[in-house]
């Protein structure tokens, strides 16, 4: 079947910090791939997005290359604020069927100042 | 892109009783979905509704419990029959923006049943 897999939290971090949050997924055709973030008390918003291998999404200074060979999506920023703060769900999508959005467990990020 | 609206954005509920969600889209769009997230969860779809034709329920959710509406391109409506605690959840209504991949989410509407 489709899954995804996020690496557990939460995770905290001080603010500057390197972040990496890991996603891998399992597809039985060729999905496009998704980050979600959901900040406190808010509904989810589209972070970024890759359609195809090797294509790296990016918004906000966050950044998430697709890795077919390895199945990943791991999401990265070189620098985060506590602004950053929310929760992060990696997502895929069928390009075929029935094309709904399967979402990981999603991953709580906290920044400290 | 799809601006996504939702009614109403939380309530405090009775169990037993019922309570429609209502979701209103800017533009026409074909499928429509709603998901559940329950407190700490991961988001879990419900059913697709596309206009003209009933919703297709995922494992585990039924029409009974679920029933939705979607008398038109731009809205739907989700009820939760006969509430109980374990239905507290948000619930999130999303469609696709008009020629693309991507897919929008409403805010969300917050029920606490006591």
């Known amino acids: 079947g489709n899954s995804v897999t996020q690496m557990e939290g939460p995770v905290t971090l001080s603010e500057e910090a390197f972040l990496t949050i890991n996603c891998t997924y399992t597809?039985?055709?060729?999905?496009?791939l998704f980050w979600y973030v959901q900040y406190p008390g808010e509904g989810l918003q589209l972070l970024l997005k890759?359609?195809?291998?090797?294509d790296k999404g990016s918004n906000k200074g966050f950044e998430a290359t697709y890795r077919k060979e390895t199945t990943s999506f791991h999401l990265e920023k070189g620098s985060v604020q506590v602004s950053d703060s929310a929760v992060y769900f990696c997502?895929?999508?069928?390009?075929?069927?029935?094309?709904?959005?399967?979402f990981g467990q999603g991953t709580r990020l906290t920044i400290n100042p | 892109s799809a601006v996504i609206s939702q009614k109403p954005s939380r309530d405090i509920c009775q169990r037993g009783t019922s309570l429609t969600i209502q979701c209103q889209v800017d533009?026409?769009?074909?499928?429509m979905f709603w998901y559940r997230q329950q407190p700490g969860q991961s988001l879990t779809l419900i059913a697709t509704?596309?206009?003209?034709?009933?919703?297709?329920?995922e494992s585990g959710f039924v029409i009974d419990k679920f029933p939705i509406s979607r008398p038109n391109l731009t809205f739907s409506t989700l009820t939760v029959s006969n509430m109980s605690p374990e239905d507290s959840s948000i619930y999130l209504c999303?469609?696709?923006?008009?020629?693309?991949?991507?897919?929008?989410f409403g805010p969300g509407t917050r029920l606490t049943v006591t």
């Open positions: 533009s026409q769009v074909t499928m």
């Open positions: 997502a895929l999508r069928l390009i075929q069927g029935a094309q709904k959005l399967v």
């Open positions: 509704a596309n206009q003209g034709s009933e919703a297709t329920y």
């Open positions: 999303s469609t696709y923006g008009t020629g693309s991949y991507e897919q929008y």
């Open positions: 890759a359609t195809k291998a090797d």
């Open positions: 597809a039985t055709g060729y999905p496009s």
